[in-house]
């Protein structure tokens, strides 16, 4: 494969990162700065550079796979590859556009497992291509706990927990 090839691998999934950047943008001064957060959020200027170094390591990795991949196994990687890219690019408008967080807490869980899926079947390709996944697969790990956690905190259905009563006397003395 060539250097074009490569680089329209490395451009595929930058595509669907700028996309959502775009949907994204008013919705972070509006709608997002309203939810409540975990405090071990970090803050929104770590995730465009975040995202656009993993779209980087996720082209290459499809890259190699797709050069070094043969017949069905190749046919199989690159078919979960795609499926984690639609999951991906899937999550950003049912979480900022639509506010669906129940339904961007099963994408990105799905998401997780078919990345992790993706992960196997490239490094049984080329271990340099899976190794480049793995960064991916932890950032959508911690997301999907973000994700997870902003809907506990928000949600319409989401309980204080339980307090339980102060003893009135002093449990020493009987």
């Known amino acids: 494969m060539s250097w074009s090839s490569l680089i329209g691998w490395v451009v595929v999934p930058q595509i669907g990162g700028i996309l959502g950047g775009l949907a994204t943008v008013t919705q972070i001064k509006t709608w997002y700065e309203k939810l409540l957060k975990?405090?071990?959020?970090?803050?929104?200027?770590?995730?465009?550079?975040?995202?656009?170094?993993?779209?980087?390591?996720?082209?290459?990795?499809?890259?190699?796979?797709?050069?070094?991949?043969?017949?069905?196994?190749?046919?199989?990687?690159?078919?979960?590859?795609?499926?984690?890219?639609?999951?991906?690019?899937?999550?950003t408008p049912v979480f900022f556009v639509f506010h669906q967080l129940g339904a961007a807490i099963v994408i990105i869980l799905v998401l997780f497992i078919n990345i992790f899926i993706c992960v196997l079947q490239f490094w049984h390709i080329n271990s340099y291509a899976g190794m480049l996944m793995v960064p991916y697969l932890i950032w959508v790990g911690y997301a999907s706990a973000l994700t997870i956690a902003i809907w506990q905190l928000n949600s319409p259905y989401a309980q204080p927990p339980p307090r339980r009563p102060r003893p009135t006397g002093d449990p020493y003395q009987q």
């Open 38 to 91: 975990p405090s071990w959020r970090p803050p929104n200027a770590v995730f465009g550079p975040a995202w656009t170094i993993l779209y980087l390591f996720m082209g290459i990795a499809s890259y190699l796979v797709a050069r070094d991949g043969q017949g069905s196994v190749r046919t199989l990687a690159l078919t979960f590859y795609f499926i984690q890219l639609i999951l991906n690019w899937s999550w």
